[in-house]
Each structure stands twice: as structure tokens, then as C-alpha cells.
């Protein structure tokens, strides 16, 4: 079989053993959840309702601010405490909405059917925006704008993303092999909206049973390719990916539409299928927790909920918990507390003891050029963290620093361990604080 591929990238240690097998778990909600108001790209949402006020499951609890921007619904059933500075998975503390859950009445989604077919596609957007919908691979970017590509710029290649090609995750995994006629049924509303030629439903060699499983039930869904790529970081990039399909390359600064292209996760394929048939928001998504814990698991999580309360739910950590990280070891992002709370972007969450942390020392760069070689952007790493190091913001923007996807595998490769990814990201910051 031929596998598909892109130029540069690496192979980290999968891990992915620990938690594939746990199939999803439904996790009843904790005392208190927290729903940042900024949990997606754009404007946060606005508060729509009053302190005290009694909220149930479903319920919509903010508005979307402008086009880029989704309202916000409630995990839970209970009261509206106000709200809080609350710290954010992304991080620093934001505003959240804080709500005091009452088990007794807080029960699974009962909506209002909806047959899809009957829909038009600006029927299908308007509900994709109301259910609160964003990408569920870790972007959250609002799913309604994405559906919405520029007029002259028609999509060719819709590619539906099951790569989960970063380390220790499995949620989409556990998706594809659980919730595989879901995936397709809500690939076929996109395919309604976009009106694509083809379709493609793409997924790592490391997980052929979700390949299989997926061929099986796309039998019945003639439109549907499944394709098989190369095991590498970062093959579900969307750039990769939409490379490794087409052979096209996303030019700087552009997205795939610019080469007709169009990505989308399995996770927010079955969103847009719950909310266009069954009237379901977005409350609640799948979560890896996995790393030195007990009992590695896959759960489905009302949103809002704390790490730390999902951490306990694995009968606890293995050793002296040392790094509990938001996502996968390569673009994860370390937490200061385990306070934070599952936002829609939520992925997974790493927990990492005493013998998970591989101590090690920055030294000087010894132009060994391996982060350059990897690099699947083409990107010059030691020219942009030169010209970081050194302020320079304006020379590493020339150098294409805004192309940098934030990867981390010129970091994972760098012999020196230079944290090279995150000056990457403090100078792509750093540059969007002067445009502002
Ligand atoms: S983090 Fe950026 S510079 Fe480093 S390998 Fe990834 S894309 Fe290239
Ligand atoms: S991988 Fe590290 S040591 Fe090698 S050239 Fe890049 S920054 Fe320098």
C-alpha cells in the first residue's frame, strides 16, 4: 500500500498504547465548571443571562460577538454563580462563567430532530453557528466562518482530518473506531455546504483498524476516499495534510482554500452531525487523559470541567505528578495549576511524573542544521531564533516566521534542547502585539 506523505518532519515516541484501548466514558460533571468566555478564535462570547439564574443542559448562556465568534452553551444543569477571573488552559486567568451543577437534573441531550436533507446550506451554517460549533483538533477556530470560503475561491479537495498524528492522544482514534457512520453522516452535511469534488477521509498507518472500520462503513457513502498516510509528525498539520493529498503547497500566509483544498476533524464532523440532526450544542467532547496516570482513559466531558477533577477520575497519578500539559508532548502547552478547565479545543491532557522529565540543559547552537532539515515549513529555525534572540522582529517576519505552524519539531530534534518552538511563538506574539 502506498502510503502518503509530506517533506521534513520526525517520529516521536507514540505511546499512543496507553490509552487506544479505553473506550470513550461518559464522566458525570463536578461540583463547580467553569466556561471561559474566550474559548475559541475571536471575539469572546457575551453573558446573556443573570447572576442566579437557573441554567440547564443545552442552554444557551452567551452570544456570539461578531462573525468570528460562536455563542456559548451550558455543560451543565444548575445556577449561575457570576463571573470569575478563572485560569485558562491557554493561558493566564479569563473570564468564565461559574456554575454550581445540580447532578439531579443534569441528564443527556434530548432535542429536537431534524432531518439534514431537508436543510439548504445557509440553513446548515446558521445552525452550525448557533450550536456553538469550532474545530475540535485544537485550533477552535468557528466552524460557521470556515464553512463560509471566499466565492472565488471553490473547494476541489474537502479532507476530513483522523491523522491524530501527535503523541499520547487517541480521542479521534476512539471516534473513528466507535463513532465511525457518525464521522461520515456529518461529512456528508459538509459535503451538502461545500459542495466539493472529492472527499477524503484521511488516517495515519499507526491506526489501520480505523482505517479498516472506516472503508467498511464508507461503502455506503460512494463519495468517500479514505487514504492512508506515512506514521510522521506532523502529518495532521492541515498543510501537511493537504500536501501529502494534493501534492499542493499552501502558499505563506494562506490557508488551504487559496490551492481549493478544505480540512476539517472527525471530532467536529460529528458536532456539525449532532447539532444538525438532533438540535445538540456544543457542551461536551472527548478528552484523552493519559501519561503517568493509573488508568489511562478516553472520556466524554461536559466542557468546563477541571483538569485536575478528570485526573482523579484515572484513579490518580503513578509517582509524584511533575507537568500536567494541555495536549500532546509536542505542541502541548504546560499548566500552572490543574484548575484549568476542558474548553472546546481540548484534545487531551498529559500528566507527566518525576521519570517522565528528561532534565536537560540549554547549550549553543552547533549549526548541526537538523532543525532545518526537519523542518516541514522549509523554515531557517536558527535564522528566525537569531534574529528573535535579538529583538528582531521585523527580519524574522521576512524569514517566513509567521508561516511557522508552532510544530515543535525543531525543538523535540535541537541536540543543544534550545526551546526553539516557543521563541517562535513569543516572536509570532510579539508581532501581533505591535499590529494591535
Ligand atoms: S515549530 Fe515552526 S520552525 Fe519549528 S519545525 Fe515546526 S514549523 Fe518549522
Ligand atoms: S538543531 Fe539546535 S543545534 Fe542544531 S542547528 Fe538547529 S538550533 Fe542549532
Excluded at 174 to 198: A, C
Amino acid at each position: 500500500m502506498k502510503l502518503l506523505s509530506f517533506k521534513g518532519g520526525t517520529h516521536p515516541l507514540e505511546r499512543k498504547e496507553l490509552s487506544s484501548d479505553a473506550h470513550i466514558k461518559r464522566v458525570e460533571p463536578p461540583e463547580i465548571v467553569y466556561l471561559p468566555l474566550s474559548q475559541h478564535t475571536g471575539a469572546p462570547s457575551k453573558v446573556i443571562i443573570e447572576k442566579k439564574d437557573e441554567v440547564t443542559v443545552g442552554m444557551k448562556i452567551a452570544e456570539g460577538d461578531g462573525k468570528i465568534s460562536v455563542p456559548l452553551h451550558s455543560s451543565v444543569a444548575g445556577v449561575f454563580m457570576g463571573v470569575v477571573d478563572y485560569p485558562h488552559p491557554l493561558g493566564e486567568k479569563k473570564p468564565a462563567m461559574k456554575i454550581k451543577v445540580d447532578h439531579e437534573k443534569t441528564g443527556e441531550w434530548e432535542g429536537k430532530e431534524r432531518d439534514p436533507e431537508s436543510l439548504s446550506p445557509e440553513e446548515i451554517i446558521k445552525i452550525v453557528r448557533e450550536s456553538g460549533i469550532v474545530g475540535m483538533g485544537g485550533a477552535a477556530f468557528p466552524t460557521h466562518f470556515k464553512l463560509q470560503p471566499p466565492p472565488d475561491k471553490p473547494i476541489a479537495d474537502l479532507i476530513i482530518n483522523g491523522a491524530e498524528c501527535e503523541p499520547f492522544l487517541t480521542s479521534d482514534y476512539r471516534l473513528m473506531m466507535e463513532r465511525t457512520e457518525d464521522i461520515l453522516k456529518g461529512v456528508d452535511i459538509i459535503r451538502r455546504v461545500l459542495n466539493p469534488e472529492r472527499i477524503w477521509i484521511s488516517i495515519e498507518s499507526n491506526k489501520m483498524d480505523a482505517v479498516e472500520k472506516m472503508k467498511e462503513a464508507a461503502s455506503t457513502y460512494p463519495w468517500a476516499k479514505i487514504t492512508v498516510h506515512a506514521t510522521k509528525y506532523p502529518q495532521g498539520s492541515e498543510k501537511q495534510l493537504v500536501q501529502s493529498i494534493t501534492g499542493l503547497e499552501v502558499p505563506d500566509g494562506g490557508l488551504p482554500f487559496d490551492v481549493g483544498a478544505y480540512v476539517q476533524n472527525v471530532g467536529t464532523a460529528v458536532a456539525i452531525y449532532e447539532a444538525v440532526r438532533y438540535s445538540k450544542p456544543l457542551y461536551e467532547r472527548i478528552v484523552t487523559v493519559t501519561g503517568s496516570v493509573r488508568e489511562p482513559s478516553n472520556f466524554l466531558v461536559p466542557i468546563g470541567t477541571p483538569f485536575e477533577y478528570l485526573i482523579e477520575q484515572t484513579s490518580g497519578v503513578i509517582g509524584e505528578l511533575k507537568k500536567i500539559i494541555n495536549g500532546g508532548p509536542m505542541m502541548g502547552i504546560a499548566q500552572v495549576t490543574g484548575e484549568v478547565p476542558v474548553i472546546k479545543g481540548t484534545t487531551g491532557i498529559l500528566i507527566q511524573n518525576e521519570e517522565e522529565i528528561i532534565p536537560g540543559q540549554t547549550s549553543a547552537c552547533i549549526r548541526c542544521a537538523s532543525c532545518i532539515d526537519i523542518c516541514p515549513l522549509n523554515l531557517m529555525s536558527t535564522e528566525l531564533y537569531k534574529f528573535i534572540s535579538m529583538d528582531n522582529f521585523d527580519r524574522a517576519e521576512e524569514l517566513g516566521l509567521l508561516s511557522c505552524i508552532e510544530c515543535g519539531t525543531c525543538s523535540y530534534v535541537c541536540p543543544s534542547n534550545i526551546p526553539l518552538t516557543q521563541y517562535f511563538k513569543y516572536g509570532k506574539a510579539m508581532i501581533a502585539k505591535r499590529r494591535k
